[in-house]
């Protein structure tokens, strides 16, 4: 597996764009129906919002979301758009399978917002992403699916920081050798410098008797 994450704007790190070439999101899942479990739910069907409230789960494929509250609404075309919060303590968190990998992309905020038709996915505030070994934090993520990007700012809605902060985008990315689950090959050995063993059997040189 290669990482999901490569620098491609300023080192500055107030807004940072990543690559996610490899980290794609399972493509079946923009064909699953949304099964959503919870302790309470109350629906307007004139403006179509669902709101799940308890312990809430949305699945749709492999991607999970799991909440304090959802708040579902679907658009003329049938495309839903859920918004996940969670408690002081328990974050909303997401979850979804990598293509054609047994791995998954993971992801927190106190505020999750997903759009089932734009396949993209915001996290506000204390936000984090991971895939595989690599990892980034800041207030505002954004991961849109269909272009494979992350768009992350140490501001809140997609700002940077004011002047002072100390709030920052944060990534860890692993080198691509070790992320790639290969070995560095050993170095060779040393070549050994031959041992000089004494030969006794050798008679000294013979001296020369005089004539």
Known sequence: MKPFLRLATI????GVMFSATVARAEKADRDKPVNIEADRVSVDDVKKVQVFEGNVQLVKGTLIIRAERIVVTQDDDGYQRGVATGTASV???????REGQDEYIDGEGERIEHDAKAEKTEFFNRAWVKSGL???RGQFISYDAKTENYFVTSGPNGTRAKPGSTERVRAVIQPK?????TVTPPRPAAALAPVLKGAPDIANPRQETAQ
Do not use: L, S
């Open 177 to 181: 050798n070790q992320d790639a689950g």
């Open 91 to 97: 974050p909303p968190h997401f979850r979804q399978k």
């Open 11 to 14: 080192a500055g790190i107030a």
């Open 134 to 136: 690599d990892e980034v």
